[in-house]
């Protein structure tokens, strides 16, 4: 089920029952948010390390999580715009050398932009043949990034990618230990994910998940499926070339391998093992898959072992991830005496 | 100049050969599950592992080794086949991707946590060169060719004669109906799926050769070979397929010495996508399926 | 009342759990004693096999000096770090080995691409990166005088080994026509580069020139164009594991015996050979050092190294082994094993290593010799060691 | 103006490949008027539907509505003008969303300006919704779900999803509505009130009605005027008593 309908249902619930006990989310919410800003005070540089990559794989899988969980579109792209996003920022960095918010802005608009003209053909196409087009974009987007030597370095990638530098005025400091890049990334997670929020909740939110749910009955009621369709495919890879941006920025490096399918595999299964179509489930799926297995060293193979298994356990078993979960979770918080 | 050509088109028939194998079953599949197999290379790299392990450990004669890469294959598909494959006949396109990106994850990762993720040697095979009109060819690669023949014609007679081909051409033609007249949709399914599996390892068997080098990774970039032939050649067509493996495998060596070997790899998707931006549905219709 | 109760304590409950379990996972620097050595390779993923070799040696080099009773009393161990060979993981597991395993040195890694992308990170850290295995010129331009002072080599660079090659191949066998074909990363680009720049002292030429990736399997378009092409050698610069398909290949395009691969991917190797006798006789390479070379250091190695695992050592094991003894002496010489006098003890160290003796140079570069073979008879025969003093750009 | 059909179709031709699925065909609507089309099946009703609400492209011929020429427009640009909308045999609601979430999304094409505008974020946006909000509950009240307004609407029974759709499409406030086959597989004690449904908006909010129905009994009841389809032509029009009598209409039902 869908957070709209489930937030629409508590506050048509509020107004009907008479409310004795507290609700416990909002403090629960603000906690949790308190608890992120005061994290490095009690954590270590590794645990951040380990935060600071879920919270930039969150980027694409927000992305990913518009295209499928609210408008229906499974596709493998996702890794072919964070490369794009990488190698946006690292060229920019690395030749021009402009700062870091020049280049992360530069990197979502450039992704959104290439989107557009690949979006018109791809988005033409049916289920299958979707799924192999947009699994054609990484595998091409790795070509050109281990081809175009005079512009890529090729297999050699882009190394020393300046750390991200502000100036306002006389005052300038650089982004560069752990903690600074953590307090850096969380506000941009932060406001992401508000972004992601106020576009599923505006009135074309609501549109996306009608066009999931039944692309024909959304047309017959007016709604321009195939214009939503080619701008949430442009959100969505602009979140996922803000992501490479980062990425690039915290790694320092960006080689043609961040062009690979293991990456878009893993924001799916972000998104499916979180629940897709909610927010929160998005959040907690990256923590989960990506920020506990760095945490925990898990060798790679392991990792993609017990990844496949959960694809598997996803398909056939709990199709909507941890979202009931989640929901079940709140609804605790939230429960009147 | 012009022998180097016909040279090199023969060393695509050759790879286009290898490709025909592989992508046959993933098609056969796909025509009867309604599923694109994502771990379809990984069962010919599992062939090619059941082989090397037999020869390396066991120090079993290549032919022998043929036959346990296969059945080891078959084996395995036996098991994902009972386990996934199964339960994905008319399950959601989406739900097919997704499952059998899950069996190629696991398939993959456990051959190279048990065997180590670096390159082995494959030893067997008959790697001798020899001359046919002018070409020098190793023996293994014409053995290649001459199975890749036996296949499509083996294929062909399956479906059109055998009761089990047939019942495959009406499953890929209409389930429903199946179903109603009697025909047991979930069998045909496992053993079209072990049957295009075992043509898989099969193809990696006999591959192994001439490739020298066995590592867990080498199915992923079978699969990503195989994709675009499948949907090029038609979803569920065979003989399209075949052409489309042919097609991919003489470009690919084209490319290769007229324009660089790094571009070689990326072929079959730029192909496929600029296919795909004139005619959705592929070269050859989906319509005539087997 | 008590449902209440309960959800508002569960709220704590779970911040004060957070708070406990993360807590801990920030652990301070050990002080007991031992001398904590990083070592980042490719473990897993398609060069595992370098990242195997490099750890046993380094492994079989800590054991030896533990045995010993450690450097100044201190036992060594050795903390891997998997770069799967791949310049993001590198930094990666660079990162983990600093923040989380708090390594006081690192040893890494085999790819050139993946050490370049990992200097600024050590650099940044204060801690001592020590390549034992990176033959890309670039690192130690960039190192010592050129910047990062953290930086150390003890291996020889590819514009070295371009030159002995060549100088080889040009007076010795009176080549002047080349085919390249080496493999795509920072270290095959690199020697082709370097090879480039001395083509005219020899007055030679590149006919064709091709670049593979890592795990690449058909080369047969390439060697039927280069066949063709009138190239009386080919340039491989690669990896090791495609020298035996390259060999079949040869063979069966016509070309095993008439145009030998001269450079560098373990032509020397047993394994290497019995692929392909044909197509690797009479192949020249530069290498850093080899099972076959001749001093009682490197038999007495090879020897050992074989009794523990098995199986005949390669350059890496060689390298990293050589490496961590090397290391192991610059702290007993420090005294200390405090960083920044471990770094100026390296300095001015002179090392007796099992080809000879190490020192460095302003750009932390250490002065090794490159021992040229050449495959004759189905063995290499060793023609010379050479070293040549390297011209920093400036 | 009045005088004027509010759906005009002449000569509507489509075919797929050599085989004529609907082969010019001339119909027009009257305002306020609930015209019935009927026909065996495989008489191209379906397809003749599609091509008039821009499903489908037709081959040939024109589509006029309210004067305006509409021929070749697609299924979501005729139906953001709010004018004509469309039911569907099958499929009726947005399953997994409920009762009022389905009303607010029929109607919101039709109250925002251009795709952009519904991304808003700000007062404008959210009072439009507001509205929209209360107008559908409005219409759930007439159309007598109040009471399951939370359910997912695809755990309803067919007959209550036929009314969710129906209370759909007056949320723009339509000129005219095209029915395929409103009656299909509900519950017969339901066709009385979807008939009545019918006939309130056609009186109080003056939408007039195109309807494929097979049920005999609806089509008397409802419509003044009846199209006869059969193998893509028209055969017959005319009112259900001339049409029941009609010989070819009755050969055209047996022989089909």
């Known amino acids: ?337 | 100049m012009f022998y180097t050509v016909i040279e090199q088109v023969v060393n695509g028939i050759v790879s286009g050969s290898v490709y025909a194998i592989v992508a046959v079953g993933m098609t056969m599949i796909f025509g009867v599950l309604r599923a694109i197999n994502f771990a379809h290379g990984e069962y010919y790299m599992l062939g090619t592992f059941g082989a090397w392990f037999a020869i390396d450990y066991f120090d079993l004669p290549y032919p022998v080794a043929i036959v346990i890469g296969v059945v080891a294959t078959a084996m395995i598909a036996v098991v994902v086949g009972n386990f996934v494959m199964q339960r994905i006949v008319g399950a959601p396109a989406e739900a097919g991707v997704l499952a059998t990106l899950g069996v190629a994850l696991i398939l993959q990762n456990t051959v190279i946590l048990v065997f180590g993720g670096s390159y082995k040697f494959f030893s067997g095979g008959y790697i001798e060169p020899v001359s046919i009109f002018g070409f020098t060819l190793a023996e293994q690669r014409i053995l290649i060719i001459i199975v890749g023949l036996i296949v499509f014609v083996g294929l062909e007679l399956m479906v059109t004669y055998s009761r089990m081909g047939k019942a495959m051409r009406a499953v890929s033609q209409n389930i429903e109906c199946c179903a109603v007249v009697g025909i047991d949709v979930s069998h045909i399914a496992l053993w079209t799926f072990i049957l295009g599996a075992g043509l898989a390892g099969l193809s990696g068997v006999l591959t192994a050769p001439v490739n020298v080098s066995v590592y867990g990774g080498m199915g992923e970039l079978i699969t990503f070979k195989t994709l675009p032939i499948i949907i090029m050649g038609g979803l569920g067509n065979v003989r399209g397929t075949f052409v489309a493996a042919m097609i991919l495998g003489i470009a690919e060596s084209l490319v290769a010495t007229y324009v660089g070997l790094q571009f070689r790899d990326t072929v079959g998707f730029a192909t496929l996508m600029l296919v795909l931006m004139w005619r959705p549905h592929g070269l050859f219709s989906a319509q005539a399926r087997f | 009342m008590t449902i209440e109760l309960s959800r508002r304590g569960f709220c704590i409950g779970t911040a004060l759990i957070g708070l406990q379990t993360m807590s801990s996972g920030a652990f301070a620097r050990s002080e007991d004693g031992t001398v904590k050595l990083g070592l980042v390779a490719p473990m897993s993923g398609p060069n595992a096999r370098y990242g195997a070799f490099s750890l046993r040696g380094a492994e079989m080099a800590a054991k030896e000096i533990n045995a010993g009773g450690g450097v100044g009393g201190r036992k060594i161990s050795v903390m891997p770090g998997d770069s799967q060979g791949t310049p993001v993981e590198g930094v990666s597991a660079t990162r983990r080995l600093i923040d989380q395993s708090q390594v006081d040195y690192i040893i890494g890694d085999v790819s050139s691409s993946v050490t370049l992308a990992m200097q600024p990170v050590a650099e940044d850290a204060g801690v001592l990166l020590l390549n034992a295995a990176s033959s890309n010129p670039k690192i130690t331009y960039k190192a010592g005088v050129g910047g990062f002072k953290w930086t150390y080599r003890n291996y020889p660079t590819d514009e070295n080994r371009a030159l002995i090659v060549l100088q080889y191949a040009a007076e010795k066998k009176g080549f002047t026509k080349y085919a390249v074909l080496s493999v795509d990363t920072d270290y095959g680009r690199a020697a082709i580069e370097f090879t480039k720049k001395y083509l005219p002292r020899f007055k030679s030429q590149i006919l064709t020139e091709d670049y593979y990736k890592e795990g690449e399997v058909d080369f047969r378009s390439v060697l039927a164009k280069i066949r063709d092409s009138g190239a009386q050698a080919i340039i491989m610069y690669g990896n090791a594991d495609s020298t035996p398909i390259v060999g079949r290949q040869m063979i069966e395009v016509g070309i095993a015996g008439k145009i030998p691969l001269i450079g560098n991917a373990e032509f020397n190797t047993a394994s290497s050979i019995k692929a392909a006798p044909k197509a690797l006789e009479g192949a020249i390479e530069a290498a850093a050092w080899l099972p076959a070379y001749d001093s009682p250091k490197s038999k007495a190695f090879v020897e050992k190294f074989i009794a523990e695992y098995g199986e005949a050592p390669n350059n890496h094991a060689y390298v990293h082994w050589e490496t961590v003894h090397l290391l192991a002496k610059a702290i007993e010489q420090a005294q200390s094993i405090d960083r920044e006098k471990v770094r100026a003890a390296l300095s001015t160290i002179h090392y007796e290593s099992a080809v000879g003796e190490v020192t460095f140079d302003d750009h932390n570069q250490a002065r090794l010799p490159m021992i040229l073979l050449e495959i004759e008879h189905g063995k290499p025969a060793i023609k010379g060691a050479y070293s040549a003093e390297i011209d920093y750009p400036k | 103006m009045s005088g004027l059909p509010i759906l005009d179709i002449s000569g509507l031709c489509k075919s797929y490949g050599a085989v004529r699925a609907v082969d010019g065909v001339d119909l027009h609507v009257n305002r306020g008027e609930i015209c019935g089309l009927i026909g065996p099946n495989g008489s191209g009703k379906s397809t003749f539907f599609d091509c008039v609400t821009g499903l489908a492209r037709p081959s040939a011929g024109a589509v006029k509505l309210d004067g305006q020429d509409i021929t070749g427009w697609s299924l979501n640009d005729i139906a953001r003008e709010g004018r004509m909308l469309r039911s569907f045999q099958k499929t009726v609601v947005f399953s997994a969303l409920d009762i009022e979430e389905n009303l607010v999304i029929a109607g919101q094409m039709f109250t925002f300006p251009g795709i952009w505008s519904t991304f808003g974020i700000g007062t404008a946006a959210r009072n439009r919704v507001a509205a929209l909000r209360e107008r559908a509950r409005e219409l759930i009240k007439i159309a007598g779900l109040w009471d399951v307004r939370f359910q997912p609407a695809g755990k309803l029974s067919g007959g209550q999803q036929k009314l969710i759709q129906f209370a759909s499409m007056l949320m723009p406030e339509p000129k005219l509505i095209l029915l395929d086959e409103p009656m299909a597989g509900i519950n017969p004690k339901l066709i009385e009130r979807v008939v009545d449904s019918i006939r309130l908006a056609n009186t109080s909010f003056g939408v007039s009605f195109l309807i494929i129905e097979h049920n005999i009994d609806v089509v008397t009841s409802l419509c003044k005027r009846v199209v006869v389809l059969d193998q893509g032509r028209k055969l017959a029009e005319g009112t259900p008593d001339e049409i029941v009598q009609n010989q070819a209409v009755r050969e055209a039902y047996l022989g089909g």
């Open chain 1, 1 to 337: 089920m869908t957070e709209i309908v489930r937030d629409q249902t508590m506050t048509q619930a509020e107004s009907a029952v008479a409310t004795t006990g507290r609700d416990l989310r909002i403090p629960f919410g603000l906690a949790l948010i308190g608890l992120a800003c005061v994290a490095p005070l009690f954590l270590g540089n590794y645990p951040l390390h380990a935060i600071i990559i879920a919270l930039i794989f969150l980027l694409p899988a927000h992305g990913l999580n518009l295209l499928l969980g609210y408008t229906g579109l499974l596709s493998l792209a996702q890794a072919a715009f964070f490369g794009i996003g990488a190698y946006t920022s690292a060229l920019l960095a690395v030749h021009f050398g402009t700062p870091f918010y020049l280049n992360f802005l530069a990197a979502g608009f450039v992704t959104g932009a290439i989107a557009l003209p690949l979006g018109i053909p791809a988005l033409r196409l049916r289920s299958t043949s979707f799924v192999m087009c947009t699994l054609g974009f990484v595998i091409i987007g790795q070509a050109i990034a281990k081809n175009w030597i005079s512009l890529t370095r090729g297999d050699m990638g882009l190394a020393a990618i300046p750390k991200p530098h502000f100036s306002l005025g006389p005052a300038s400091f650089t982004v560069s230990g752990t903690v600074g890049f953590y307090y850096l990334v969380l506000a941009i997670a932060a406001l992401a994910t508000l972004a992601v929020y106020l576009i599923v909740r505006s009135p074309a939110g609501r549109n996306m998940i009608a066009i999931r749910e039944n692309e024909t009955l959304a047309e017959s009621v007016g709604i321009p499926t195939w214009h939503y369709k080619l701008i949430v495919f442009m959100i969505s890879a602009a979140f996922a070339g803000l992501g490479g941006s980062l990425y690039a920025h915290y790694l320092t490096v960006v080689s043609p391998l961040t062009f690979q399918m293991y990456y878009s595999t893993t924001m799916l299964i972000i998104v499916l093992g979180g629940g897709a179509g909610t927010i929160s489930g998005v959040i907690f799926g990256s923590l989960l898959f990506v920020g506990l297995t760095e945490a925990l060293r898990v060798a790679p193979e392991l990792r993609m072992i017990a990844y496949g298994f959960f694809l598997l356990a996803l398909v056939f078993y709990f199709p909507n991830g941890f979202a009931p979960l989640i929901g079940r979770f709140w609804s605790f918080l939230e429960r009147r005496k």
